[in-house]
């Protein structure tokens, strides 16, 4: 054990405990809110005003800068969902468990963002609202993946049994995400044959693909930080009857 | 020292699979003396697929070209709408409780009560299956591929849609929640499932969807037990 703690830092080990936890993310909260305004304030004037404009697509194109940054953390968010469940299944972990439950709404709202900016780019560049395309029906099934975990959640009243059932069902569509993708896009092909391709090029120039980069990242911070303020809540609420909980509404 | 272990084996073995016959033979011998939870998801996909002419249109090649879909969908909602059934009666009365505590493995407990299951909607599904081709004008050539698509299909719809039964048994309203959780993960299984059809319908080869629907079978038996054996120890100790 005492060699393992070598490797990772203490304040690792510290997140275990609800009140660490909340002390530990009460100190990165305004470092990663910094980063999150600066990066998306930075990349959303860069990638509007000064990126070049597509050459088929042109101005409508910009809507990437939103599109494909909240469709990668998305699936990212699924992935921590599904792992700290796996943590909160094995370890009993309580944070773990209030992680995973703190990320199934966010992810949710941005499989929606996602969903709705694909739409809208769908509109000048396919023609229509809705195409039956691989990438935005996995997007779809995603969704209804976390909608089916925030049911559940909701549905079980006792925190801890709906905690591990939640982090049973993230795990089993964990294994199922990468058949889902794959199904989805076979089928796609099957049906109809490429028509619908974004007008592909080999590789964005660097004054495009910098600030999608830019976006990427802030998206990220974003991400970070609405998690950290919902764990916080999280952990507040299930230890309210903890002292060190009291003290601290008391004193406020 | 080899005597010993094969006397071990000899006495080991019988037991895991009289345990495993023992809870088969008694969930068929439930669903025998309860006729009516064994036909109504028969009649059930029957009324689906009856929809679908009412609804869309009744032209013999409008039907014929969505009937591998139709059959399919109204096949695994069929599936579906006799999951809630699965462990609930079991949860009621204390049975699953006993279950969990017997020291025969849980992964046998729930492969039986699954394979049970499978015998009593996935199976008769897949005979009717035929009947319903015909209703909807599929042509003759589909009808293997409906059939083999449906018999290699359907336990994996009973596999995972029993991961959604044991997560919501311990629920009052367990229904609706069943089928929110278990659709999305059903449509690999309808996508190659109607593609099989319509690969025997237009004459092309069957084998790569089949081989498809058999690892996605392989794969859930594989794992989708654990998943179930999990999610019932979380539901009954909840």
């Known amino acids: ?252 | 020292m080899n005597l010993q272990t094969n006397q071990q084996l000899e006495i080991k073995e019988p037991a895991l699979m009289s345990g495993f016959v023992a809870v088969l033979k008694r969930d068929l011998m439930l669903a025998y003396r309860r006729k009516s939870d064994l036909l109504n998801p028969l009649i059930f996909f029957l009324m689906v697929a009856t929809l679908f002419p009412l609804g869309v249109s009744p032209e013999p090649q409008f039907l014929a070209e969505v009937a591998p879909g139709v059959v399919w969908v109204a096949a695994l909602l069929a599936t579906l709408l006799s999951m809630d059934g699965l462990f609930r009666s079991d949860y009621e009365d204390g049975t699953l409780e006993q279950m969990l505590l017997c020291p025969q493995p849980l992964f046998l407990t729930v492969m039986a009560k699954v394979l049970a299951h499978w015998m009593m909607t996935g199976l008769p599904l897949t005979l009717m299956a035929p009947l319903l081709g015909v209703m909807l004008f599929l042509p003759g050539e589909g009808m293997g591929g409906l059939m083999l698509s449906l018999l290699l299909g359907t336990p994996t719809l009973s596999l995972v849609g029993a991961i959604g039964a044991a997560l919501t048994v311990g629920l009052r309203k367990g229904g609706v929640l069943i089928s929110l959780l278990v659709l999305p993960l059903y449509i690999p299984v309808l996508i190659f499932g109607t593609g099989a059809v319509q690969a025997a319908v237009t004459g092309l080869p069957l084998v790569g969807f089949v081989a498809l629907l058999g690892a996605m079978l392989v794969l859930g038996l594989v794992l989708a037990p654990f998943a179930i054996s999990a999610a019932l120890r979380i539901s009954v100790s909840g």
């Open chain 1, 1 to 252: 054990m005492s060699e393992n703690k070598k490797w990772l830092p203490r304040w690792f080990f510290q997140l275990a405990s609800p009140r660490w936890c909340y002390d530990i993310t009460g100190k990165l909260l305004p470092g990663f809110v910094i980063a999150m305004l600066l990066l998306l304030v930075t990349g959303i004037v860069w990638a509007l005003m000064f990126a070049p404009a597509d050459y088929q697509q042109g101005n409508s194109f910009r809507i990437i800068y939103i599109h494909v940054p909240s469709a990668i953390l998305a699936q990212s968010c699924y992935m921590l969902m599904a792992i700290a469940g796996a943590i909160g299944l094995i370890w009993k972990m309580k944070v773990a468990d209030m992680v995973a439950k703190s990320c199934a709404p966010i992810g949710a709202t941005i499989a929606i963002m996602a969903l709705a900016t694909g739409a809208i780019w769908g509109k000048p560049t396919w023609g229509s609202w809705w195409v039956w395309d691989a990438r935005l029906t996995s997007m779809l099934i995603l969704l209804f993946l976390y909608l089916g975990v925030i049911a559940l959640h909701s549905a079980i009243e006792n925190e801890v049994t709906a905690a591990q059932s939640a982090a049973v069902l993230s795990l089993v569509g964990l294994v199922n995400i990468p058949i889902i993708k794959y199904s989805v896009e076979w089928w796609n092909t099957l049906h109809q044959p490429a028509t619908f391709k974004l007008t592909e090029k080999p590789a964005m120039p660097p004054e495009m693909w910098v600030p999608l980069l830019v976006m990427v990242i802030g998206f990220y911070c974003f991400f970070a930080v609405s998690l950290m303020l919902r764990l916080r809540n999280e952990i507040l609420q299930r230890e309210r009857r903890a002292g060190w909980v009291r003290e601290l509404i008391e004193k406020q």
